[in-house]
């Protein structure tokens, strides 16, 4: 196979030379460009920057449509050779938000299809790619900066406050539900500022010990305001089966006896806290789900995100944790009533702030009917 395709719409077969992969990305800009929103990249902003061929751009290198999608987001180009020496482009666009979305542009494909359609040249600007040699500074640079950051972090943790139920974040997050029982079971502190501060909670990974910090920034000029969540790692990759644990309450046998919960956000594992005695692991997002799995022995209970508000990405919470289970898991996702859809409701943090508190016992309780060799579901219940 070659690069030279036969083109239709003549009673003579004629064959168009492939153009080079700069110029064939250069005619597709277009089709590019909406592949890469998918996911909330700005690929018009890499038209001057594209990453070198086999290099990962990532981070802040990428720009993105919206500041939700910032520090999330990587780019990835290969340049691919056919048989004949004729090359093509094949970029690939991801991120990790919504439990990791990824969407591929195939050049030949692309190509194949555009012949095929009869269509005629197409007006390109240049498109530049960036030299090898740049990615790597770059990458022994955000090395040399996550080590500096993390030992910073290292630092505000030893000296931070900790958490306190009276706390307004938390109180405002679990619906005044917050107490001293809950936050025994989990080290959270506060590195406080003028602008509201940080919640810190430690990241532990069943085999590294602790690899990294989740850091909330609060805003107290505006308390609706989401926070701005972080993670605060000493290399790349270290949140891969990184989790925050909420202990099991002390003093419960039965409590000590159920199965590992495993959700994925801060708040929600805090939320489900309020009735669930047992451990519980936080994975951070979706997509850390099968990982934080993987370091378990024995059942465990999905308390998964119902994200049904994204049709396009689909319900990821539940199909992540669908994937990530093994023989004798559990599945749980929030009910919601029909008086709370209108708030777009999504996991059980929400479940807790718009239904209440007796709400979320008994969906909780209900996990319990099948769990078995933990004393019977009325000792299980009569912990919550």
């Not at 090359?87 to 299809?113: A, C, I, Q, Y």
């Not at 030299?131 to 022994?140: F, I, L």
């Not at 850390?288 to 370091?295: D, E, K, P």
Request: hydrophobic share 40%.
């Amino acid at each position: 196979m070659t690069g030279k395709t036969a083109a239709s719409g003549s009673s003579t077969n004629h064959f168009v030379a492939m153009p080079s992969s700069v110029e064939l990305l250069a005619m597709a800009w277009q089709d590019v460009v909406a592949c890469a929103a998918e996911v909330g990249i700005d690929a018009e902003a890499l038209r001057g920057c594209l990453p070198a061929p086999g290099c990962l751009l990532k981070g802040r290198e990428v720009p993105v449509i919206d500041k939700a999608y910032r520090h999330s987001c990587s780019v990835l180009l290969h340049i691919n050779r056919l048989p004949g020496g004729d090359e093509w482009p094949f970029l690939r666009f991801s991120t990790f938000k919504h439990g990791g979305v990824v969407r591929d542009f195939n050049g030949f494909r692309w190509w194949r299809g555009h012949l095929a359609g009869g269509s005629g040249a197409v007006g390109v600007s240049p498109l530049v790619m960036r030299d090898p040699g740049y990615a790597v500074e770059q990458r022994r640079r955000e090395d040399a900066e996550r080590q500096v950051r993390f030992r910073r972090w290292s630092d505000h943790w030893e000296r931070a406050l900790p958490m306190m139920a009276h706390h307004p974040w938390l109180d405002r997050r679990l619906a005044g539900q917050a107490n001293e029982a809950l936050l025994a079971r989990i080290d959270l502190r506060v590195k406080s500022n003028f602008r509201g501060g940080t919640v810190m909670a430690a990241l532990q990974h069943a085999k590294n010990g602790l690899v990294g910090y989740q850091l909330l920034h609060l805003d107290s000029r505006d308390a609706f305001r989401g926070d701005l969540k972080r993670l605060c790692l000493p290399h790349e990759g270290a949140s891969v089966g990184s989790y925050v644990t909420i202990r099991a309450q002390g003093g419960r046998q039965a409590a000590r006896q159920l199965p590992t919960a495993i959700c994925e956000g801060l708040v929600t594992g805090l939320s489900l806290a309020l009735v669930w005695p047992g451990e519980i692991r936080v994975a951070l997002h979706a997509g850390n789900l099968a990982s934080v799995r993987q370091s378990l022995q024995g059942p465990v209970v999905f308390f998964h995100d119902q994200d049904v508000w994204k049709p396009r990405a689909g319900n990821v919470g539940m199909d992540k944790a669908r994937a990530a289970m093994q023989p004798g898991d559990r599945l749980c996702g929030p009910v919601f009533a029909a008086g709370s859809l209108e708030h777009r409701p999504t996991d059980f943090n929400d479940l807790l702030c718009l239904e209440g508190r007796e709400t979320l016992h008994r969906q909780v309780v209900a996990t319990l009917s099948g769990i078995t060799g933990a004393g019977g579901v009325a000792d299980l219940a009569a912990c919550l």
